[in-house]
């Protein structure tokens, strides 16, 4: 079995992790946006999410010889560790939870914001728990002012969420829309055209408004399959800070799983290795997202569009990139634990702040923040400023596990 046990290896782990873990939430807000409907890319994602944890599993948890105090994935699988596997499924169930009503917060407040309050819950939560969870190996010193650094963003992201509503409010004043509804508005026939020859072709990049202009929130709000105008920024938020609590928890589940603090397991079985936590972890996560979204399609939420199971498999329109969002999320949370389990969970949690990551492919991709006030701008690059401090401030707080 392959255990990255060098600060410097963890390091690189949490990197490759806030890259991949900033990055999936784009590509998932990418669909909805050109219309796919959510149950249809969450069935998709929640499979190679999956697929991620076995193939860690059975490469890094097959590596090398099997001993005692660390066996392989496969001689554990028959070890008598149900009271740490259950921390593990545990952990994969409230992740699932707070994935999937992020997938729905995204539509009503946006990627950055929702990324932003999210995270900075899950450092200001998570962190502390694992902090006392390890031992306290991590430099309290260090590790509390990152997590101040965290709190202070989720302000600033309260803050940007309420500047840049009234830039849309204040955008869309000039249109004949009726905001309760959003019936009534009046667009020029040549782009209501494009809005539908880009869904016939397979939604499209809306090419004939400008990022951040009125007529390209309108024309967004045709196509997405999340309809929002009329609709309470409050259920967002509302949604968001759920997420937010269910991310303070599955860290410290999984911290649990493979540490054993509570010294549940029986005398004379191993922990559980950080591989094999992972694929119960990931296997429970994959039901609940699997149970729960297939539900969704006969009885949706938020008013999206009802479906079927038939019809979710004829849909092949995104399904690719909804397979690489799993990939990337799955590979990402493996490579959080991997580096977790070598430096310290609480040190790990600086992969939080993948807002960074998903703030750049929000502007990058959707023309968020385009055409906004400046008040919005100063709020945005201090928040960004502050994500940036926290994370360089969690990752200087490292340990070394015993």
């Not at 940007?160 to 009534?184: M, Q």
């Not at 939420?301 to 479906?307: E, P, Q």
């Amino acid at each position: 079995m392959y255990v990255v046990e060098s600060k410097g290896g963890a390091i690189v782990c949490m990197l490759l992790a806030l890259l991949f873990l900033g990055t999936w939430p784009a590509l998932i807000t990418l669909l909805e946006r050109r219309g796919r409907l959510p149950q249809h890319t969450y069935l998709d994602y929640t499979i190679t999410n999956l697929l991620a944890a076995v193939i860690i599993a059975l490469t890094f948890g097959e590596i090398g010889d099997s001993t005692v105090e660390r066996p392989n994935f496969f001689t554990q699988l028959s070890q008598d560790n149900w009271s740490s596997v259950l921390f593990a499924m545990a952990g994969g169930v409230v992740l699932s939870l707070g994935n999937l009503s992020t997938q729905y917060a995204w539509a009503f407040v946006g990627l950055s914001v929702v990324e932003v309050i999210s995270s900075s819950m899950t450092v200001v939560i998570g962190t502390t728990l694992n902090y006392f969870l390890d031992g306290k190996i991590n430099k309290a010193e260090i590790l509390f002012p990152g997590v101040g650094c965290f709190l202070v963003a989720v302000c600033l992201a309260s803050a940007v969420h309420s500047s840049n509503a009234a830039d849309y409010k204040a955008k869309l004043s000039s249109w004949p829309i009726d905001n309760e509804t959003g019936k009534g508005t009046v667009l020029p026939s040549a782009s209501e055209e494009a809005v539908l020859k880009d869904r016939e072709n397979g939604g499209g990049p809306i090419s004939k408004a400008k990022a951040g202009t009125a007529t390209f929130l309108i024309e967004l709000e045709k196509r997405r399959s999340i309809k929002v105008f009329g609709k309470s920024m409050f259920i967002g938020l509302t949604l968001t800070f759920f997420a937010g609590v269910c991310f303070s928890l599955f860290s410290p589940a999984f911290n649990l799983a493979t540490n054993d603090q509570w010294h549940t397991l029986k005398q004379g079985v191993p922990k559980l290795v950080v591989y094999t936590a992972f694929f119960y972890f990931s296997v429970s996560c994959f039901v609940t997202a699997l149970v729960l979204n297939i539900s969704f399609l006969y009885h949706p939420a938020l008013g999206v569009s009802k479906s079927s199971f038939k019809a979710y498999l004829k849909d092949w329109n995104g399904r690719g990139w909804a397979f690489l969002a799993g990939f990337l999320c799955g590979f990402g949370n493996g490579l959080q634990f991997m580096g977790g389990q070598a430096a310290g969970y609480a040190a790990a949690d600086a992969v939080q702040a993948l807002p960074l990551v998903s703030t750049f492919w929000g502007v990058v991709l959707f023309g968020e923040y385009r055409r906004s006030s400046r008040r919005t701008y100063i709020l945005l690059f201090s928040m960004l400023f502050m994500f940036i401090a926290a994370v360089g401030i969690l990752m200087a707080s490292s340990g070394h596990r015993k």
